[in-house]
Structure formats: C-alpha cells, structure tokens
C-alpha cells in the first residue's frame, strides 16, 4: 500500500520561498503519477502540478507557472514541489496525491482521479 506524507509548509512573507517534500513508501512512484493539489478556506481542492512516474511529464498551472517547480529524487521515492515568490493567495493546505494514471502536460489533475494522498502541510503566505 502506497503511502505520502508530506512536510515543509510554513509561514513565509510575500515574495519568500519553500520547498515542500512528499515521501512515498511501499511501492515506487515509477509506477504513479504524483500530483500537488492545494485547497484554500472555502474553496475547492485545486490541482496545480503533476509530474509522470514513467517518463518525467509535468504539467504546470497558470497560476503558478514559473514560480513552482516540481522535481523527483533519483529513487523516485521522494517527489518535491519548490515554491518561489508566494503571494498571499497562494495560501491553502498543500497536498500530494498518486494515482495510476499518465501526466500528460495537457491536462490538469483532477483529484477524483488520485487514490493515494498525503495528509497536507499548511502553507501560509503573510507579512
């Protein structure tokens, strides 16, 4: 059984950076896609970044294109999301999800089809 636990949220002033990690045990993400997903008080599960465990696809979100870069370690056992220049709406409890499916770089992840989650890190963007 597939299981995620990620760490690294915090609180950051505006313009600040963090690095989240999702740690996988059990089976390899090779066989996964890994997801970020985060939700905001009040507002629905938002997927933003994917990344292909058989060939490194990613897809990225307009809304944080250019700012986040999601990367895995050479095991793929670990899966990293870095955070670069928050604002405040980029505050929300951050997830990480598997799924047996492909990222396609097309298609943003939809949580429905993610089995295995992580149990999320606060991430509090503020001055």
């Known amino acids: 059984q597939l299981q995620l636990v990620e760490s690294g949220g915090g609180l950051v002033q505006p313009g600040g950076s963090l690095r989240l990690s999702c740690v996988a045990s059990?089976?390899?993400?090779?066989?996964?896609?890994t997801a970020w997903f985060r939700q905001a008080p009040g507002k629905e599960r938002e997927g933003l970044i994917c990344i292909s465990g058989s060939d490194g696809s990613t897809y990225y979100a307009d809304s944080v294109k250019g700012r986040f870069t999601v990367s895995r370690n050479n095991t793929k056992d670990r899966v990293y999301l870095q955070m670069n220049n928050l604002q405040p709406e980029d505050t929300a409890v951050y997830y990480c999800?598997?799924?047996?499916?492909?990222?396609?770089?097309?298609?943003?992840?939809?949580?429905?089809?993610?089995?295995?989650w992580g149990q999320g890190t606060q991430v509090t963007v503020s001055s």
């Open positions: 059990g089976p390899s993400l090779d066989h996964y896609s």
């Open positions: 999800a598997a799924g047996n499916l492909y990222c396609s770089g097309y298609v943003r992840p939809n949580p429905s089809r993610y089995g295995y």
